[in-house]
Nanobody, 125 residues
């Protein structure tokens, strides 16, 4: 079973930047789309998490973003390292959440079965 591990979360001031990364134990990102989801409550169920960004597998690299992060977040794949990155700029307190990496689906709108444990992002002065 694939293992997804998020990193890069932390505490940042409003207007600041962070880059989240998701590393996979296999080449799952070459096969399936990769999603970033978030929820302010780590106890929330998987189906309560909100989609932040997603990138399709394959050469197209089609992406999708939540309206609230368009122009601020950019998702990209580093296939050689089985990693997906999410640079985030102009962060606001509303971005405070646990961010989860997900894969296993071919659909940009729907999550797959593989989830990471999440990384906390806190935007506060």
């Amino acid at each position: 079973q694939v293992r997804l591990v998020e990193s890069g979360g932390g505490l940042v001031q409003p207007g600041g930047s962070l880059t989240l990364s998701c590393a996979a134990s296999t080449n799952i990102f070459d096969i399936y789309a990769v999603h970033w989801y978030q929820h302010w409550d780590r106890q929330a169920r998987e189906n309560q998490r909100e989609l932040v960004a997603a990138i399709q597998s394959g050469a197209s690299g089609t992406t999708r973003y939540a309206e609230s992060v368009k122009g601020r977040f950019t998702i990209s794949r580093d296939s050689g390292n089985n990693t997906v990155n999410l640079p985030m700029i102009s962060l606001t307190p509303e971005d405070t959440a646990v961010y989860y990496c997900n894969s296993g689906s071919h659909n940009l709108e729907l999550p797959g079965r593989s989830w990471g444990r999440g990384t906390q992002v806190t935007v506060s002065s």
